[in-house]
Nanobody, 128 residues
Framework: QVQLVESGGGLVQAGGSLRLSCAVS????????MGWFRQAPGKEREFVAA????????YYADSVKGRFTVSKDNAKNTVYLQMNNLRPEDTAVYYC?????????????????????WGQGTQVTVSS
């Protein structure tokens, strides 16, 4: 069984930065993909970014390209989401998620239905 625990959320002013962490335990991840999603009140959960444990390929939503960076530390079994130049519309609960299979097309990693494990989420609030 896989456990994902997010941390690093908080309140920040527009233009500021935060770094989220996702600590992974319970399994080795040589062939998984790790994703970040977010959900604002009254909205659907949406894809933010993803990274392959092996090889490190990354994927981003258009809304965060150039501002957010996803990375990993294999030795610490931790995935990070560095968020810069935050905007009020980035306010949401941010979730870490894991996929336990490799798809032939990366389009699957943009879809929340492809993910098998989820963390409990961490709140990010950006004030204007």
């Amino acid at each position: 069984q896989v456990q994902l625990v997010e941390s690093g959320g908080g309140l920040v002013q527009a233009g500021g930065s935060l770094r989220l962490s996702c600590a992974v335990s319970g399994h080795t991840f040589g062939y998984y993909v790790m994703g970040w999603f977010r959900q604002a009140p009254g909205k659907e959960r949406e894809f933010v970014a993803a990274i392959r444990w092996s090889g490190g390929s990354t994927y981003y939503a258009d809304s965060v390209k150039g501002r957010f960076t996803v990375s990993k530390d294999n030795a610490k079994n931790t995935v990070y989401l560095q968020m810069n130049n935050l905007r009020p519309e980035d306010t949401a609960v941010y979730y870490c998620a894991a996929v336990r299979r490799i798809y032939s097309s990366s389009i699957h990693y943009y879809q929340k239905g492809s993910y098998d494990y989820w963390g409990q989420g961490t709140q990010v609030t950006v004030s204007s």
